[in-house]
């Protein structure tokens, strides 16, 4: 009876030995969470994946996102594993690497389409920029701008061309820096050239008076006339009210405006008349006709503007402005004068005597039909 008692004890000992070792491991199985091994798996790979295949350039927030969320799921899966095995929790990580695996897979795409319209809309902005320079170019290349607005012309139209390399190689990021700094530059350009023209035309009605009384004194006396046009670059040769010849005429340097003392540069503009004609050794250019500037407007200018302290009381109000010859250099490059090509100055010379009238006025056109029309 003891023996079995014995046996029946040995074989329950047996049996917890066993029991126990197993029930433990089944607790471990079944209790232990599964870590997101698989989930971070294919995060990573996905975030790998988009990286090869995304430009630098446009690199969307849902690529970063996509990162900072992967980051963070590592970082759970970390604090997790410290943890005693039965307390770890894996649901925030877990949930967080699908996410990252989304997004990752997603950025591509999104970036195909933010680059499509970023090319796009660069390509817009280089178009509308050559167009507003062309329109620069036509309009505004013969006025005599500030050293400052020069150098914004020519650093724009530097970086306008450098942009457009750098569109080529693909450098996206250079490209939209050049050439926001190139629209930048020209865009001051174009305010302070389109400003200066709206000043200088506000003088449209007294220039068109002077020319059509020029005309009239011609057609009243049956005699010659002569009317330059400086924003045309024309000298108008009329006779007997209508127009003859026309001639190109280049002019002072700093030609836009009145001239309003010696060494300005500046082409006169007001109603004038030849005082002297010259040729030979009376004259270096060719042949010359002196004019009557200044006149008694521009002496009453001048006086009003050295007693309003505009000017200098050391200032000059200067002479010696002339149609002569010497032209023909395609750029206005006088002191003040107007110069006419050898060949046609032979002609005016012949045609036009001593107190002939000489209009000089800014334009003899609104400047509207100056910006539709050709390049002066």
């Known amino acids: 009876m003891v023996r079995q008692r014995k046996r029946k004890f040995q074989i329950v000992l047996i049996s917890l030995a066993v029991l126990i070792p197993l ?34 350039d446009f690199i969307p927030p ?18 997790e594993n410290e943890r005693f095995i039965l307390k770890r929790n894996y649901s925030n990580a877990r949930t967080l690497a699908i996410r990252a695996e989304q997004l990752a897979l997603l950025s591509p795409k999104i970036a195909i389409q933010n680059s ?10 280089i178009e509308a ?13 013969r006025l005599p701008l500030p050293t400052t607005i020069n150098k ?21 990021k250079t490209c939209r820096i050049k050439l926001e700094t190139a629209k930048s530059n020209l865009s001051d350009v174009a305010r302070h050239t389109s400003s200066l023209l709206s000043d200088y035309f506000s003088n449209l009605g007294t220039w068109k008076r002077w020319a059509d009384q020029t005309i009239r004194e011609s057609a009243q006396n049956q005699s010659h006339a002569i009317i330059v046009d400086k924003f045309a670059g024309k000298c108008y040769l009329y006779l007997g009210g209508k127009l003859k010849t026309t001639f190109e005429a280049e ?35 060719h042949k010359a006709m002196l004019i009557n500037y200044p006149n008694d407007e521009d002496k009453q200018r001048f006086q009003e503007a050295v ?18 010859g010497g032209g023909g250099k395609g750029i206005n490059w006088t002191d003040g004068c107007v110069a006419l090509e050898n060949s046609q100055m032979d002609v005016l010379y012949r045609q036009v005597g001593v107190g002939c009238p000489v209009t000089i006025v ?7 039909n100056v910006i539709k029309g050709p390049k002066p």
Not at 362 to 368: F, H, M, V
């Open 129 to 141: 920029i050559k167009k507003d320079t062309a329109q620069i170019e036509l309009l505004y290349s």
């Open 307 to 324: 007693r309003n302290r505009e000017l200098p009381r050391y200032a000059k109000i200067g002479g010696m402005i002339e149609i002569h």
């Open 251 to 285: 002019l002072g340097k700093n030609w836009i405006g009145e001239k309003r003392y010696s060494g300005d540069k500046a082409t006169p503009e007001g109603k004038y008349r030849i005082t002297k004609k010259k040729e030979g050794h009376s004259t270096k250019y």
């Open 152 to 172: 914004k012309y020519s650093t724009g139209l530097m970086l306008l061309k450098e942009a457009e390399i750098n569109l080529e190689q693909k450098n996206y």
């Open 62 to 79: 849902a690529f970063n996102e996509a990162v900072i969320l992967y980051d963070s799921a590592m970082h759970f899966w970390k604090v």
């Open 116 to 125: 499509e319209e970023f090319l796009a809309a660069i390509n817009r902005d």
């Open 23 to 56: 029930s433990v491991a089944a607790l471990f199985y079944w209790g232990t969470p599964e870590p997101p091994d698989i989930e971070l798996g294919k995060a990573r790979t996905a975030i790998a994946e988009a990286k090869k295949v995304i430009a630098p």
């Open 362 to 368: 800014g334009s003899l056109q609104p400047l509207i």
